[in-house]
């Protein structure tokens, strides 16, 4: 009480004595008082407020106008939040969320590349290519476990399968200008940054 019955009265200099003697006597430290930390704590907060003029100023005008209590609590959060560059944070979220649209397209194009070794059309055509070729040949398994062999013959059907699909759509094999990024980088430039509004 003593310190807020001064605080619009009082000097910057008057302000950081004041301060200096209240923060002895109520430190907890030196003070066994059961609220002697939440009395510190309020005094820390008054006077981070008096100390600063820009705070002190908007203190002072609640306190002269105690009916505008929302005009005041913008014209506090206006000087007390931080302004942030929201430029980087543009940014940084772009590229991780292309990262992720890029990602997600690859799993989609591998997911459709193992539905159709799993088609025994596909399957059973590919496999007579690769013993045509000679590339399922026993040799190139020797040693192998089951599970690699297995992982072995699927990767080699695969490889034939995939450039003799056309797959379109979602499932489509990804490309550089697949990139959320780039895709949004085009379209301005097509648009010439200019928004269409369909009129």
């Excluded at 002072?60 to 980087?88: I, N, Q, W």
């Excluded at 890029?102 to 159709?116: P, Q, T």
């Excluded at 088609?119 to 690699?148: H, I, S």
Aim: aromatic share 12%; glycine share 4%.
């Amino acid at each position: 009480k003593q310190w807020y019955q001064r605080r619009v009265r009082a000097t910057k200099k008057e302000v950081n004595k004041a301060y200096r003697k209240l923060a002895r006597e109520l430190h907890p430290d030196h003070n066994d008082a059961p609220d002697a930390h939440e009395k510190f704590e309020l005094l820390v907060e008054a006077y981070e407020t008096l100390r600063n003029e820009v705070s002190r100023n908007d203190y002072d005008y609640l306190l002269d106008h105690p009916d505008l209590y929302y005009e005041h609590f913008y014209r506090f959060f206006k000087h007390s939040t931080p302004r942030v560059d929201v430029a980087p944070i543009l940014v940084v979220s772009l590229v991780v969320l292309s990262i992720l649209h890029y990602l997600h397209k690859i799993s989609s194009y591998n997911r459709a590349l193992d539905y159709a070794l799993r088609v025994p059309t596909y399957r059973n055509q590919a496999k007579a290519l690769a013993e045509a070729e000679g590339l399922l040949n026993k040799k190139y398994f020797k040693g192998m476990t089951k599970d690699e062999q297995k992982a072995a013959e699927n990767k080699i059907l695969r490889d034939i399968i995939e450039p003799k699909l056309d797959i379109k759509g979602g499932y489509g094999r990804p490309e550089w200008t697949d990139i959320l990024v780039i895709q949004m980088l085009t379209w301005l430039v097509i648009r010439g940054g200019k928004p269409d509004y369909g009129y």
